[in-house]
């Protein structure tokens, strides 16, 4: 390819979420057209697990367990049976904990 094809394949597949603010440019990585047409049900599959994941669905049937590591970043996006006051408090407690041990680290 051409620097002007180069650039126009670039445009095309640079994907950006704005929100997160991350960028992946996928403009050089070989596939077909067709290929993500292919992932397309894949992919939809992948956000709607993953936003009920984030509303408190059982991620491990065996275990009764629902996914929470992201609501130690996010409280506020705990699943409603989860309030966010207390996943703050621990994660302000923890917070502390480790200063603690990283000025104690120090002497």
């Not at 669905?57 to 929470?68: C, F, L, Q």
Request: charged content about 25%; some cysteine.
């Amino acid at each position: 390819m051409d620097a002007p094809e180069l650039w126009k394949c670039y445009q095309q597949y640079l994907c950006r979420v704005d929100s997160l603010n991350p960028a992946l440019d996928i403009s050089r990585m070989h596939f077909d057209e067709r290929f993500l047409a292919s992932m397309e049900p894949a992919v939809q599959r992948a956000f709607a697990d993953m936003d009920a994941l984030e509303s408190g669905a059982i991620a491990n049937p065996d275990e009764k367990r629902m996914v929470g590591h992201y609501w130690l970043r996010a409280p506020q996006t705990a699943a409603p049976r989860w309030p966010a006051a207390p996943i703050q408090a621990r994660r302000c407690s923890r917070a502390s904990e480790d200063e603690v041990g990283f000025r104690a680290s120090l002497r």
